[in-house]
């Protein structure tokens, strides 16, 4: 930010902050999907996360796909993710999520990002 005059600078900290807070601050106690950067796929209620998105998930599993047998939930419980660790954050559709037969569904695991 250099050129910037200070109170520029400051204006643009506090748009940067404003904009990385807003988004998360909307689902703070409703049920997330995390998509990991090595491919993981956890569910849980957001509790709390922080300036550098490091999340903390409570009533959490991982849910594990395979192309052979149906989707395996493991509990989790309460559960940090550091934030250069998330690839995507999701609001989980509830409604949808409790009509689906997770034993019947088959998916390739997601691949880690490669960056």
Do not use: W
Not at 30 to 52: E, H, P, Y
Not at 68 to 95: A, F, M, T
Request: charged share 25%.
């Amino acid at each position: 930010m250099t050129g910037l005059d200070p109170e520029a600078k400051q204006q643009r900290t506090f748009n940067c902050s404003m904009a990385t807070t807003t988004g998360l601050e909307s689902l703070v106690d409703q049920i997330i999907s995390v998509i990991t950067n090595d491919g993981r796929n956890i569910v849980g209620v957001l509790k709390g996360f922080d300036q550098a998105t490091n999340i903390i998930l409570d009533e959490s599993h991982e849910r594990v796909f395979s192309t052979k047998e149906g989707v395996q939930q493991h509990v989790l419980g309460l559960y940090i993710i550091r934030g250069d660790n998330i690839g995507v954050i999701g609001e989980l559709d509830e409604e949808l999520d409790a009509s689906l037969d997770f034993s019947k569904l088959r998916a390739h695991p997601l691949k880690p990002v490669v960056h």
